[in-house]
Each structure stands twice: as C-alpha cells, then as structure tokens.
C-alpha cells in the first residue's frame, strides 16, 4: 500500500528527515513512535505532499507519489487526521464533514458517509448544525476523523490522535481506530502514546532525530531492552 525508500526532508539548511525507509502493507495498521522533535509530523505532510522532499520516493500501490500536489494524492486514496485536528472553527459540525466529499466518488456518498458518522459518534449527530470551534476537544477529534472518513480513503494518515484529550476521550479514539482499521482501511499512525499506539498497532516503527532507529512488531521492540526502557516504560 505505502513504500518510502530513502526519504531525505529538510527545512532550508536543517536537515529534518534522513534516509526514511519503511513499508505499510494493503489492510495494515502501523505506528510511528517517538519524542517531540523527532521529525513525525514532518514525515506525515511529507507523505501528504504538504511538504517537499529532497531525495528519495514514495509509493502507492506500486505508483510513484514523490512529485505529485496534495490534490493530485487525494485521487490516490489518501486521508489525512492532521495533528490539532485543524477544523473550520466558524463552520458547522456538518459543514466541516462535508469538506471531506472533495473527491467525485466521495460526492456521491455523501449522505450515507454522513449517516455512517453519525452513527460512529452519535454527539456529532446531535450537534451537527453547531459551530466546530465551540465543541469540546475530544468531539473537535471526532469531527476531523469523520472529516477524513468522508472521503473514502484506502490510506489513513493519523498524527497524534491522543493530544491534548482525556484518558476517557483517548480511550474512545483508539477504538474508533481500531473499527476503522478493521473496516478495511491502511492506516500509518503517528503517536507519541506508545502503550495505546503498540496496543493496536500490528508493526511499530521508532523515529528519532529525523531516523528510524528501530523496526519491528510490537512483541519485537519490546524485547529490546533500550527501546523498551526509553519509549514503553512507565507514563507511556
């Protein structure tokens, strides 16, 4: 589903991302871990063409993306979950899911995506004609999930689902993950939670100092002692 070989990202003179390599097979759920600073959310807008890149590729379905627009992706099957969930915050609740129907096949299922939301969070139902920006965090979440939903993606990007929210909310948002990966969908998941990340996730990538610093399933890194110790332990 998502090849990167050897993906080189920079900001002017810094370099942010050096030599990225990983793979996200058709149906998979993985995760990328790390420390603030590490280069994950710059790895995310890389994927999504948000950024540019100075070497190296990325693939979908066998298909080099590396030079298309964020526009051009979105044909590909490509959503995006953006860190701070980005809404339209003087937009309604519905207003804001509809911006997902941006593709033309996604246009044409508009009201059953609408009624598969609501039916997904039933409070963004009750509440669909109110403003984003006065809803409370955890619902703002479920609005930019069912925002990317609404286009009816093959490949999920997520980053930092779990900012910022309640233990309840966050709880809430990783099943939400795990019934939308079990629904068909690849997702490539960004999270500095590594417990709630390594509990649904079926490979685990680390990533450090703009790195991959170690690969692997969840089973795999946890018996590595300093991977364990530095990103598993106590408060993760």
Not at 120 to 127: A, C, D, H, K, Q
Not at 175 to 204: C, D, F, Y
Not at 213 to 236: H, K, M, V, W
Request: charged residues 20%.
């Amino acid at each position: 589903m998502l090849k990167i070989e050897n993906l080189h990202v920079g900001y002017g003179d810094a370099t942010a991302l050096s030599d990225v390599s990983l793979h996200l097979d058709k149906g998979e759920l993985a995760c990328m871990i790390g420390p603030n600073g590490a280069g994950k959310t710059t790895l995310v807008n890389a994927i999504a063409r948000l950024l540019p890149i100075r070497s190296g590729s990325i693939a979908i379905e066998g298909r080099d993306v590396s030079r298309l627009t964020p526009q051009e992706l979105c044909d590909y099957g490509v959503a995006i979950i953006p860190e701070g969930r980005r809404l339209f915050t003087s937009m309604t609740v519905e207003e804001n899911l509809e911006i997902g129907c941006y593709r033309p096949a996604a246009r044409g299922l508009k009201q059953q995506s609408l009624a598969r939301i609501y039916e997904m969070f039933p409070v963004l139902g009750e509440r669909r004609w109110q403003l984003a920006g006065t809803l409370s965090g955890g619902q703002q979440q479920m609005v930019a999930i069912g925002r990317a939903l609404m286009a009816q993606p093959k490949l999920l990007l997520i980053d930092e689902p779990s900012l910022g929210l309640a233990p309840v909310i966050i709880k809430q948002v990783f099943e939400t993950i795990s019934a939308i990966h079990a629904s068909g969908v690849s997702i490539l998941l960004i999270e500095q939670n590594a417990s709630k990340a390594l509990a649904v996730a079926q490979r685990a990538y680390v990533l450090d100092c703009g790195s991959i610093i170690a690969q692997g399933t969840p089973q795999e890194l946890r018996q590595r002692s300093e991977i364990d110790a530095a990103y598993f332990g106590a408060g993760n």
